[in-house]
């Protein structure tokens, strides 16, 4: 049977909304949000805010949403310069340093990753989208101890947080502890069945169940 939750665990990279610690206005005016919502995918987008930064560079707002939509469009490359240029220019600007961390997170720099969302986490220590992330770098690094760590302290802040209990599904299946797994997965079906993750803990409590039956020896079977 394959292990379908490895496959849609791993994908689980958030980039977030600017969240400052201080006053910071990252809100790019009406018509332009109105001009980018028309342009037809992230890459126009993109080139479109590359347009506004090299106009005015040091408008955060600009660079943070420029390394936005090269993140969207898959160029991580450059996202990760914006990033790093919105923390030059605001270096207590929360989603910055979150979003920096996905964009270490999909480039496999994992270490690198775990020291952004660390600083986010210094400016925010109560944003559960940044602890599932961290959870899920310790997750990929294997050290299971960490992660479900970051796991239950994002449910301590936010006890409705599908993603928690996604994530947390995750690894314990990935653990082969199958009935916590189901345990999670429920859960997180039950906040929102509706949703991308609901609908995904669903068909995976479909898959564990059918792993279990298959390893469960049918009355007799071996005599």
Not at 62 to 89: C, G, P, T, W
Not at 95 to 115: F, Q
Not at 123 to 131: A, F, Y
Request: include cysteine; aromatic fraction near 8%.
């Amino acid at each position: 049977m394959t292990q379908r939750w490895m496959i849609l665990a791993l994908g689980l990279v958030l980039i977030v909304p600017a969240a400052p610690a201080v006053a910071v206005d990252t809100d790019l005016p009406p018509a332009l949000e109105q001009e980018l919502d028309s342009l037809p995918d992230a890459q126009l987008r993109m080139e479109r805010m590359a347009q506004l930064v090299e106009q005015s560079p040091n408008d955060v707002r600009y660079v943070f949403h420029h390394a936005n939509y090269a993140f969207d469009a898959s160029k991580l490359q450059e996202a990760m310069a914006s990033y790093q240029r919105a923390i030059e220019l605001e270096p207590e600007l929360v989603g910055a340093h979150v979003n920096l961390g996905s964009v270490y997170d999909e480039l496999g720099r994992l270490d690198d990753a775990l020291h952004s969302y660390n600083r986010a986490l210094e400016l925010d220590p109560d944003e559960d989208r940044t602890l599932c992330n961290m959870g899920n770098v310790f997750f990929k690094k294997r050290q299971y101890e960490q992660a479900i760590e970051y796991f239950d302290r994002a449910l301590e802040v936010n006890p409705q947080s599908q993603l928690a209990h996604y994530n947390m599904a995750i690894l314990f299946a990935d653990s082969q502890i199958y009935r916590e797994a189901i345990v999670e997965f429920q859960k997180a079906v039950d906040i929102d069945p509706n949703s991308d993750l609901g609908r995904r803990s669903a068909e995976n409590i479909g898959v564990i169940e059918q792993l279990m039956a298959a390893e469960t020896p049918e009355v007799g079977e071996g005599r």
